[in-house]
């Protein structure tokens, strides 16, 4: 009965949100309903109708009792989440309340005419064969088999190849108007080699490429029909690269052949990235409030923005775990402080969403396409981050999503007080 009700009422809060807040594919508040509604779903068909049950780390083994608990405290979660969200809304000025009400799906594309001057079919190639060179020089015959995950040498050449590839990711999806064969090929070339690191940067770039993509590619159903087809693939992309570290070799060669099972007994399949990206983190969650201890000074680190060795994180940090491999969840670690607390927590978090909707609806009516889009997907990590990871690794999120904002207001005043002439 009590979650019957709590489902009627989430849909009941959607419903009155979706009667100001106007949905459009880009939405940072709908993509997290979107995304939590799918997880707890998936997570309930698993739960019941799938056997033989994958079972990462034996977090499965469950009662109905423990499920549906946490399944419970999930939705009080997202019906806080709503509740701020709506809230927020209610409280904003007309000019806002305008804002929200609209369709911003016609703002979202860019129309792009490459320059005679600009040769990026010479440039795309020569950077991408760079970037390749550099994975080289950082990891030698490594980036194909090595017996180590992460490569703690060459920092410095590291930021650069990461900066570089984001430049070129950009470049590629601009050469895509006027050569899909080649931009496709070499954005394929990057994608693999740097699969061959295990980054989750991986990720950054496919995201950024099929995101531009879309900006470039107009207002049909073609084109939304396959944003929303690389967005899903996005996700299980995502989880696939997460996975690696967890495999016995690690380089390009163990990495593809995990996808099939066929190297070191490992079963990297698509079912198996699905579970991952949606339905892993509601077990997370069970184990978290299982072995978590309560302790509100733990929340207070997590929600330090300083760096890790100016906080006592690292003092708790190692028995913040399920395992090496598995930290306690954002969400695991809310509900373990509380109802109240969960409740406060996500209530902000509604909130803090509704806000950054509203920046990334302003940026997108001042064509400030790329900017809009750089805060959705430190929001969309987040989204992810806080259904599997810690709580402070999904917090920095935010953060940083906060702090392209302050960026940008520095550098406005820095324009402003210019001398003139």
């Given at each position: 009965?009590?979650?019957?009700?709590?489902?009627?009422?989430?849909l009941?809060l959607i419903?009155?949100?979706?009667?100001g807040?106007?949905y459009?594919?880009?939405?940072?508040?709908?993509?997290?309903?979107?995304f939590s509604v799918?997880?707890?779903?998936?997570?309930?068909l698993?739960?019941?109708?799938y056997?033989p049950?994958?079972?990462?780390?034996?977090l499965?083994k469950?009662?109905?009792?423990s499920?549906?608990?946490?399944?419970?405290?999930?939705?009080h979660?997202?019906?806080a989440?709503?509740?701020?969200?709506?809230?927020?809304?209610d409280?904003?000025g007309?000019?806002?309340?305008?804002?929200?009400?609209?369709?911003?799906?016609?703002?979202?594309?860019?129309?792009?005419?490459?320059?005679?001057?600009?040769?990026?079919?010479?440039?795309?190639?020569?950077?991408?064969?760079?970037?390749?060179?550099?994975?080289f020089l950082?990891?030698g015959?490594?980036?194909?088999?090595?017996?180590y995950?992460?490569?703690?040498?060459?920092r410095g050449?590291?930021?650069?190849?990461?900066?570089?590839?984001?430049?070129?990711?950009?470049?590629?999806g601009l050469?895509?108007e006027?050569?899909?064969?080649l931009?496709?090929?070499?954005?394929?070339?990057?994608i693999?080699?740097?699969?061959?690191?295990?980054?989750?940067?991986?990720?950054?770039?496919?995201?950024?490429?099929?995101?531009?993509?879309?900006l470039?590619g107009?207002?049909?159903?073609?084109?939304?029909?396959?944003?929303?087809?690389?967005l899903?693939?996005?996700?299980?992309?995502?989880?696939?690269?997460?996975g690696?570290?967890?495999?016995?070799?690690?380089?390009?060669i163990?990495?593809?052949?995990?996808?099939?099972?066929?190297?070191?007994?490992?079963?990297?399949?698509i079912?198996f990235?699905?579970?991952y990206?949606?339905?892993?983190?509601?077990?997370?969650?069970?184990?978290t409030l299982?072995?978590a201890?309560?302790?509100?000074?733990?929340?207070?680190?997590n929600?330090n923005?300083l760096?890790?060795?100016?906080?006592?994180w690292?003092?708790?940090?190692?028995?913040m775990?399920?395992?090496i491999?598995?930290?306690?969840?954002l969400?695991?670690?809310v509900?373990?402080?509380?109802m109240?607390?969960?409740?406060?927590?996500?209530?902000?978090?509604?909130?803090?969403?509704?806000?950054?909707?509203?920046?990334?609806r302003?940026?997108?009516?001042?064509?400030?396409?790329?900017?809009?889009?750089?805060?959705?997907?430190?929001l969309?990590?987040?989204?992810?981050?806080?259904?599997?990871?810690?709580?402070r690794?999904?917090?920095?999120?935010?953060?940083?999503?906060?702090?392209?904002?302050?960026?940008?207001y520095l550098?406005?005043?820095?324009?402003?007080?210019l001398?003139?002439?």
């Amino acid at each position: 009965m009590e979650l019957t009700l709590l489902i009627l009422a989430a849909l009941f809060l959607i419903f009155l949100l979706n009667r100001g807040l106007k949905y459009y594919l880009l939405s940072p508040v709908y993509i997290y309903i979107l995304f939590s509604v799918l997880s707890l779903g998936l997570s309930t068909l698993y739960f019941y109708y799938y056997e033989p049950k994958i079972s990462l780390f034996n977090l499965d083994k469950v009662s109905v009792k423990s499920f549906f608990s946490v399944i419970k405290l999930y939705l009080h979660a997202l019906i806080a989440f709503l509740i701020g969200a709506i809230i927020y809304y209610d409280l904003s000025g007309k000019k806002n309340k305008l804002l929200f009400n609209k369709n911003f799906t016609e703002y979202l594309f860019i129309k792009y005419k490459s320059s005679s001057s600009l040769k990026l079919e010479i440039v795309a190639p020569i950077m991408v064969f760079s970037i390749i060179g550099m994975y080289f020089l950082l990891y030698g015959n490594g980036i194909f088999i090595r017996d180590y995950y992460i490569n703690e040498a060459g920092r410095g050449l590291k930021i650069i190849i990461q900066l570089l590839s984001f430049i070129t990711v950009i470049i590629l999806g601009l050469l895509n108007e006027k050569s899909k064969i080649l931009s496709f090929s070499l954005f394929f070339l990057l994608i693999t080699i740097s699969i061959g690191t295990g980054s989750r940067n991986t990720f950054l770039y496919y995201i950024v490429y099929v995101v531009l993509l879309f900006l470039l590619g107009g207002n049909t159903f073609f084109n939304k029909s396959r944003l929303y087809l690389n967005l899903i693939f996005g996700f299980v992309f995502l989880s696939f690269l997460t996975g690696l570290r967890m495999l016995k070799s690690h380089g390009l060669i163990p990495y593809l052949s995990s996808i099939t099972g066929e190297f070191n007994g490992e079963t990297q399949n698509i079912v198996f990235n699905i579970y991952y990206s949606f339905i892993f983190g509601v077990y997370v969650t069970i184990g978290t409030l299982k072995k978590a201890v309560f302790d509100f000074g733990i929340v207070l680190t997590n929600l330090n923005p300083l760096p890790g060795r100016f906080t006592d994180w690292y003092k708790h940090a190692d028995q913040m775990r399920l395992n090496i491999y598995a930290p306690f969840s954002l969400h695991g670690r809310v509900f373990k402080t509380g109802m109240l607390f969960t409740y406060i927590y996500f209530f902000f978090n509604g909130i803090i969403y509704m806000y950054f909707e509203k920046k990334i609806r302003y940026f997108l009516k001042d064509r400030k396409i790329l900017l809009a889009i750089l805060l959705l997907i430190f929001l969309c990590l987040y989204i992810v981050f806080s259904f599997e990871y810690n709580m402070r690794s999904a917090v920095r999120m935010i953060y940083y999503a906060y702090f392209i904002l302050l960026i940008r207001y520095l550098y406005l005043q820095v324009i402003k007080n210019l001398p003139t002439k």
